[in-house]
């Protein structure tokens, strides 16, 4: 069975600092991984997703994140932080060609400091 | 284009009564999922649906939770009984195609007190 842990479930960066989250995958076979943002009390938004082509990986709103194989990382970046980047954050992967509901991480909470 | 629509978006019950969820997917989407999310975890899948049938219904807890999806459009999600535990955000997605990006509706609040 596939999972992913996502590392910290709060990170607080500064308004125009690099914003890093941690995700980490375990498959046993070629995953598909996805990154999705939440805002309060709404649905999830797809930001990326990686599905075996370019390894590097860009998203909506500046945001990417690259597939290591070696490392079984899947890592969320974006160059400089704004106010409104301000949401929760999920990893999420699925296997069988991304055919199957996805399995989520726990979440990581994302504050910006002003 | 119309987004996944769900309702109610609260629902406060006490323990042991029932309660409904209603999800319209995006118009000619074949995939709908439920997915039930506990505060601070993150959403975990309870049943996928391929039209009207089920593709995955293994994490459903089937003694007290049932899904259904008529004619391959809308769903509704029951829990009969409900107990404490229940209390999370049911979220329902829809997706064109069996491999497709999942769009995700604003989700249902479930309070069991």
């Known amino acids: 069975a596939q999972s992913v842990t996502q590392l910290g479930s709060h990170v607080s960066v500064s308004e125009g600092a690099l914003v890093l989250l941690r995700c980490n995958y375990s498959s046993s076979v070629p995953p598909y991984l996805f990154w999705y943002v939440q805002y309060p009390n709404q649905g999830l938004q797809l930001l990326l997703k990686y599905t075996s082509a370019a390894t590097l990986v860009k998203g909506i709103n500046g945001f990417e994140a690259e597939f290591k194989k070696s490392e079984t990382s899947f890592h969320l970046t974006k160059p400089s932080a704004h106010m409104s980047d301000a949401a929760e954050y999920f990893c999420?992967?699925?296997?069988?060609?991304?055919?199957?509901?996805?399995?989520f991480g726990k979440g990581t909470h994302l504050i910006i400091q002003p | 284009e119309a987004g996944v629509a769900q309702s109610p978006r609260y629902k406060i019950i006490e323990k042991r009564q029932s309660v409904a969820f209603w999800c319209n997917p995006i118009?000619?989407?074949?995939?709908l999922y439920w997915y039930q999310q506990i505060l601070g975890q993150g959403p975990k899948l309870l049943i996928q649906f391929q039209n009207n049938g089920v593709v995955d219904d293994s994490q459903l807890p089937k003694d007290r939770f049932s899904a259904e999806r008529l004619k391959g459009v809308d769903s509704t999600l029951k829990i009969q009984p409900a107990k404490l535990e229940d209390s999370a955000v049911y979220l329902c997605?829809?997706?064109?195609?069996?491999?497709?990006?999942?769009?995700f509706g604003e989700g249902s609040r479930l309070t069991v007190l």
């Open positions: 118009s000619g989407h074949a995939t």
């Open positions: 997605a829809s997706s064109l195609v069996r491999a497709g990006e999942l769009f």
């Open positions: 999420a992967v699925s296997v069988r060609g991304g055919a199957d509901g996805l399995t």
